[in-house]
């Protein structure tokens, strides 16, 4: 049986963060024939906000809730800069149009991941205020079912 060893930085097992680090190599890689410099400051700027994303990804990933949640917001607004750029970048023929169908796939991908993260972080913080800090619900039997944590982590592994 293969156990996945979880990583000592907890962000490093989410699928979200592992596809926003994919998007920035996408944009470096992509982006490598920059000739001038009016379109090299703009890949400059497009590759700081394609890393924006996957860093406050990773640096929400360790505050409480809440705070994560700001984060990961942040983490869109830098996704949507890159949706700017994206658009940009295909106007100056720096990408191609299956490049931009290709980042815009990246983006919606991510899109829909951080939101659901966001989601399942707020639905989290929902059950505690109604369960009460740190407590846990009882099932039938009176033994307790699950806590926010427990449920917080299994919906990590599942983004």
């Known amino acids: ?6 990583s000592f930085f907890r962000f490093e097992d989410l699928r979200v963060y592992t596809k926003a680090v994919d998007y920035s ?5 992509t982006l490598h024939n920059a ?8 890949c ?11 860093i406050n990804i990773a640096e929400g990933s360790s505050r409480s809730k809440s705070q994560f949640e700001h984060y990961l917001k942040i983490a869109k607004t830098a996704l949507r800069e890159c949706v700017i750029f994206t658009t940009i970048a295909t106007g100056l ?11 815009r ?11 659901a993260l966001i989601i399942s972080l707020q639905r989290g913080s929902r059950q505690s205020r109604e369960y ?5 619900q009882l099932a039938d039997d009176g033994e307790p079912e699950s806590n926010d944590v427990a449920d917080f982590d299994n919906d990590l592994d599942e983004i």
């Open 44 to 54: 400059r700027s497009f590759f700081n906000s394609a890393m924006d994303i996957s």
């Open 93 to 103: 023929g720096l990408l191609t149009e299956e490049e931009r169908n290709q980042s």
């Open 105 to 115: 796939e990246y983006l919606m991908e991510l899109t829909r991941m951080i939101g």
């Open 132 to 136: 009460g800090a740190g407590s846990s």
């Open 25 to 29: 190599k996408w944009v470096v890689q």
């Open 35 to 42: 000739d001038t410099d009016g379109k090299m400051s703009l």
């Open 1 to 6: 049986m293969d156990e996945k060893v979880p």
